[in-house]
C-alpha cells in the first residue's frame, strides 16, 4: 500500500501533475534552454538534482524550525534563502569534486537558484502533506517530469528550425504555439495514473 | 515584539547559510591552472576568434592544456603576444604571419558608372539586393561602409566612394571580409608588397565599360614576371604571394594601373 502510493505520486509528478506544461512553472528554462538536446537533457538532470537536494533540506526545516515556532508564514522567504545557498554550495562542491559534471551543467546551475519551479515544489510537498520521504519521491517526479518537457520539447523545437513558419510565427510566438500544443497532448494522462494500479 | 523572532530566525538561517558557504568556498577551492589566467592576461582580450577559438578564454585554456602548441596563432595581438605566451609556455617563439586586409576595387568617385540612383537605405547590404549594387561593375566597392561599421579598429574609411583600411590599424581579425556583400575585402600577410586593386572577373571590355581602373586582362603583368608569380585567372590578375619577391615590375607595366605597391608592415598609404 505503502508503495503504491509513492508510485502514484511519482507517477502524478512526472505525467499529470507535469510543472512545466500543466502548472506553466520554470517556464524560462523550458523556452530559453530547450533549442538544443543535449542542453535540455542538461538542464533537466540538473534541476531533478537541485529539487531533490532543495526538498531534502526545506523540509526537516519546515517540521523541525517553523512549524513548531508556529512561523509557517515564513516558509517562502527562508525556503528562498535556503536554495539559493545550497545550489551555490552544491556548485561549489561539484566544482571540487566532479568537475566534468560541472562543466556539463555548465550555467545552468546557477541558474537554477530562481527557478520557481524548484521553489514550487518544495513549497508545494508542504501544502500536499507529505512526509519526508513522500516529498523525496515527489520531487523525483517532478524533477523527471521537467526533464521530460525540456527534452520532448527540444526535439519538437529542432522541427520547428527547419519548417518554413509564415513570417509573423517565426521564432518565439511558433514556439510558443508548439508548447501549447504539447502541454494540450499531456491532458491526455489525467485518469491514468489512478487506474495504473488498479 | 512578535516580529523580533522571525526577524531572528531569519538572520540566523542567513548566517549559517553564509558562514557555510564562505567555509566551503575556501575549504572546496578549486586550484585553476594558473598558466592559462597568465597566459589569458597576456592575451588582447579582444575575442575576435581570429585563432581559431572561440575567444581569448578557450585559446589559453587549450595552449594550457596543451590541446594545441601553437602560440602564434593570436594575430591581432602579433608578436608581442607570441613571444610573451611562448616564454610562459616555456616553448620558443615563433613569429605571428600577420595580416592585414585591402579593399580589392579602385573605382573612386567618378570613375565607375552608376546603373541607377539608389535612394535606399544606405548600407552595401541592401544596396546590393538591387542588382548587385549602384554601380555598373558588380565587384565594385559600393562604398557605404558596412566594413567601416564593423570594424572593432576604426581601421576602415570610405574615401571617393570607395572603402580603404589604414593598415596602421588594421589587426587582421578578418570581420570586414565576412561583412563585405560583394567579397571584395580581402586578408594578405603583412610582408606582402603589391596587391591588385580590383576584384572584377568580366572580360576587359565589359569592364573597361564599367570602369577603367579596372583589369582587363591584357596578360601584361604577367608576361612581365620574372617569377610566375602573377597570373590571369578569369580575366583579372591574381598574385601567387609564396612566389612573388615584391619587385614591383608588375605595378609598372600595368596599363589600367589596379596593380599597387604598398608596405602593409610600416603602414605606408599606397
Redesign the interface.
Known amino acids: 500500500m505503502e508503495i503504491k502510493a509513492l508510485i502514484l505520486v511519482l507517477m502524478g509528478g512526472v505525467l499529470i501533475n507535469n510543472y512545466v506544461l500543466q502548472q506553466f512553472l520554470g517556464i524560462c528554462p523550458f523556452l530559453g534552454v530547450s533549442k538544443k538536446f543535449s542542453q535540455a537533457s542538461g538542464m533537466g538532470i540538473a534541476v531533478t538534482f537541485v529539487m531533490l537536494c532543495a526538498t531534502a533540506v526545506t523540509h526537516p526545516i519546515y517540521t523541525c524550525i517553523l512549524e513548531p515556532a508556529k512561523l509557517e508564514y515564513l516558509q517562502t522567504i527562508v525556503f528562498i534563502l535556503v536554495i539559493a545557498a545550497l545550489v551555490q554550495f552544491v556548485e561549489i562542491v561539484l566544482k571540487r569534486f566532479i568537475p566534468a559534471l560541472y562543466n556539463s551543467l555548465g550555467v545552468y546551475l546557477p541558474l537554477i537558484t530562481t527557478n520557481c519551479a524548484v521553489l514550487g515544489v518544495t513549497i508545494n510537498n508542504i501544502t500536499a502533506g507529505y512526509d519526508f520521504i513522500t516529498s523525496m519521491v515527489s520531487s523525483l517526479g517532478v524533477g523527471l517530469g521537467f526533464l521530460l518537457a525540456m527534452v520532448l520539447f527540444a526535439g519538437v523545437r529542432s522541427r520547428i528550425e527547419n519548417c518554413p513558419a509564415p513570417k509573423p510565427f517565426k521564432g518565439i510566438p511558433i514556439t510558443l504555439v508548439a508548447a501549447s500544443i504539447v502541454a494540450l497532448a499531456f491532458y491526455g494522462f489525467a485518469g491514468v495514473v489512478e487506474n495504473l494500479l488498479a | 515584539m512578535d516580529i523580533l523572532?522571525?526577524v531572528l530566525?531569519?538572520v540566523v538561517?542567513?548566517i549559517i547559510?553564509?558562514v557555510?558557504?564562505t567555509v566551503?568556498?575556501v575549504f572546496?577551492?578549486?586550484k585553476e591552472d594558473e598558466r592559462a589566467i597568465a597566459i589569458r592576461e597576456a592575451l588582447p582580450g579582444a575575442n575576435c576568434g581570429a585563432c581559431g577559438y572561440s575567444g581569448c578564454d578557450s585559446y589559453a585554456k587549450a595552449l594550457a592544456n596543451g590541446e594545441t602548441d601553437k602560440t602564434n596563432l593570436c594575430i591581432p595581438g602579433g608578436d608581442a603576444v607570441a613571444k610573451c605566451v611562448a616564454t610562459l609556455l616555456g616553448v620558443e617563439a615563433e613569429d605571428v604571419v600577420e595580416q592585414v586586409a585591402y579593399v580589392a576595387c579602385n573605382g573612386k568617385c567618378g570613375r565607375v558608372e552608376k546603373k541607377y540612383d539608389y535612394q535606399g537605405v544606405k548600407t552595401c547590404a541592401s544596396a546590393n539586393l538591387f542588382f548587385g549594387g549602384d554601380k555598373s561593375c558588380t565587384s565594385a566597392c559600393l562604398g557605404y561602409g558596412d566594413c567601416m561599421r564593423a570594424c572593432p579598429q576604426d581601421a576602415i574609411y570610405v574615401e571617393d566612394y570607395v572603402a580603404r583600411i589604414d593598415p596602421r590599424k588594421c589587426v587582421g581579425c578578418g570581420i570586414c571580409v565576412r561583412e563585405c556583400p560583394n567579397g571584395i575585402i580581402r586578408l594578405i600577410n603583412d610582408t606582402s608588397r603589391v596587391v591588385v586593386e580590383c576584384s572584377n572577373h568580366e572580360k576587359g571590355v565589359i569592364t573597361r565599360k564599367s570602369c577603367p581602373n579596372g583589369c582587363i586582362g591584357c596578360m601584361k603583368c604577367e608576361k612581365t614576371c620574372k617569377f610566375g608569380a602573377i597570373k590571369v585567372i578569369d580575366n583579372l590578375a591574381t598574385i601567387d604571394y609564396s612566389l612573388c619577391t615584391g619587385c614591383a615590375e608588375c605595378v609598372s607595366v600595368c596599363p589600367v594601373h589596379c596593380i599597387h605597391e604598398g608596405n602593409f608592415i610600416c603602414g605606408a598609404h599606397f
Open positions: 523572532v522571525p530566525l531569519l538561517i542567513a547559510c553564509a557555510l558557504l566551503s568556498s572546496f577551492a578549486v
